[in-house]
């Protein structure tokens, strides 16, 4: 019988390793000796550069706080102007809302100065502030029931002026005494308005 033919045949696993596995312990002191000591370096010169530059910041922080403390006797020296500052600022801003909410009184009297005929001769007159508007009483002498009828129109017609009603006529030694009362109001013409 003839010998049968031998064939070659290899074996091989490529999934089993040649050689032991190596341990966890193994490769990380194989990465750390190969990759991780640059890591260390890199690392460690980080931490060198933030030391040297606490140094630095703390020698900014220093020279700064000096020169704040050069300044704080020339700041305290101007507490005085400061003081007379906001009193002022106060004062006119107390003025202002004053001015705001008052009537502009010498508006009113032109007014009735413009109003009056020369035969009229104003006694008194009187102005009351109510809320929104104000209440005028007129106390006078006229000549001529003519300038007083005039003086009572003229009134009427101005638009800052309302509610104008005389309220007392009476003669007494050829002389006409009256009174009229009005009403001037504070957010009109009569009012000052900014």
């Known amino acids: 019988m003839p010998k049968p033919k031998s064939k070659l045949a290899i074996k091989l696993n490529l999934l089993k390793p040649q050689s032991n596995p190596e341990k966890l312990p193994v490769k990380l002191l194989r990465w750390l000796l190969s990759s991780g000591r640059y890591i260390f370096i890199v690392v460690e010169g980080l931490v060198l550069v933030a030391f040297v530059t606490r140094f630095k910041l703390d020698a900014d922080l220093a020279s700064k706080k000096e020169a704040i403390e050069e300044q704080i006797p020339f700041i305290e020296s101007l507490r005085p102007y400061e003081i007379l500052i906001r009193d002022t600022q106060l004062k006119l801003s107390t003025i202002d809302s004053i001015k705001r909410n008052s009537l502009n009184w010498s508006l009113i009297l032109k007014r009735i100065a413009d109003q009056a005929p020369l035969g009229i001769k104003i006694i008194s007159i009187n102005i009351e502030r109510n809320v929104g508007n104000a209440t005028i009483h007129i106390n006078g002498q006229a000549e001529l029931s003519s300038d ?26 050829e002389i006409i005494k009256f009174t009229i009362d009005a009403s001037a109001n504070l957010t009109g013409s009569g009012g000052k308005s900014s």
Do not use: I
């Open 148 to 173: 007083l009828s005039n003086f009572t129109a003229g009134l009427k017609g101005d638009s800052t002026f309302g509610n104008v009603n005389l309220a007392s006529v009476g003669l007494e030694q």
